[in-house]
């Protein structure tokens, strides 16, 4: 046995979730093409998307908003929302660019957010984006996009206290790597204006979600809103 098949990773567990047989089995086929990714089920309504996600235990759910029997984002808020017993990783797909379903699918726990008519390249990117534990939703928008969002839910001034318990578990490098993801940085960005290297950038933002109990960037950047941490008209 070589070294590098000792060290290989194991493939990315893909849930496609769709209703539209044609669409879904395109999905399929890309997906089952990547050598780092294995579809291990299927699910053409809300419901046994639900039901697939608990007993598979995918890495990455590909659901769609609009499906039969339970609409894409209650199933996603059943299998990846703050209520669910293990969460999932879900990558929510529609035709629709519309920033309320983008609002919602945040709200119910999604990892990112992708229009059907992305090309096949963005949607693999996107998949493996979200298995790491990363947002999809590019930096360039996310200021306009998540921060909208986070305004909406943003506590009061007299919540403030909650803010100093969030992030008294940070340290001031982690504070400050903290900031910049909430202002829409990439790692290479925030390596760059702090001055080391985007893997240390990487080892800092994994001891972030971790230190939060946050499942990936989406969650942390909307956490920085939330908390008072950053404002959607900081410049």
């Known amino acids: 046995m070589t070294a590098s098949s000792t060290t290989r990773e194991p ?3 893909v849930l496609v979730c769709e209703d539209q047989e044609l669409v879904r089995v395109g999905y399929v086929t890309i997906f089952s093409a990547q050598a780092d990714m294995e579809v291990v089920g299927e699910a053409e309504d809300g419901r046994a998307a639900v039901e697939a996600a608990r007993r598979l235990r995918p890495d990455v759910v590909v659901m769609d908003i609009r499906m039969p029997v339970l609409d894409g984002i209650e199933a996603t808020r059943q299998i990846a929302g703050p209520d669910a017993p293990r969460p999932v990783k879900v990558l929510m797909v529609t035709t629709f660019n519309v920033d309320e379903y983008v609002y919602e699918a945040l709200r119910a726990g999604a990892s990112g957010f992708l229009l059907k008519d992305a ?3 963005d949607l693999v990117d996107a998949v ?3 298995a790491r534990g990363e947002s999809l939703l590019a930096p360039t928008v996310t200021r306009t996009l998540i921060g909208r969002f986070a305004e909406r839910v943003r506590p009061t001034h007299s919540s403030r206290p909650a803010r100093d318990e969030v992030l008294r578990h940070l340290t001031p490098r982690e504070l400050e790597v903290f900031q910049h993801l909430a202002a829409g940085l990439s790692n290479a960005e925030i390596a ?3 001055v080391i290297t985007p893997e240390t950038v990487k080892t ?3 001891r972030i ?3 939060l109990h946050l499942r ?3 969650q942390a950047v909307v956490l920085a809103y939330r908390v008072g941490l950053v404002s959607a008209t900081d410049d």
């Open 128 to 130: 493996r984006t979200i």
């Open 209 to 211: 979600l971790a230190k």
């Open 204 to 206: 800092y933002v994994s």
């Open 119 to 121: 090309p096949p390249a």
């Open 11 to 13: 493939p990315i567990r």
């Open 216 to 218: 990936d960037r989406v």
């Open 192 to 194: 760059t204006e702090l």
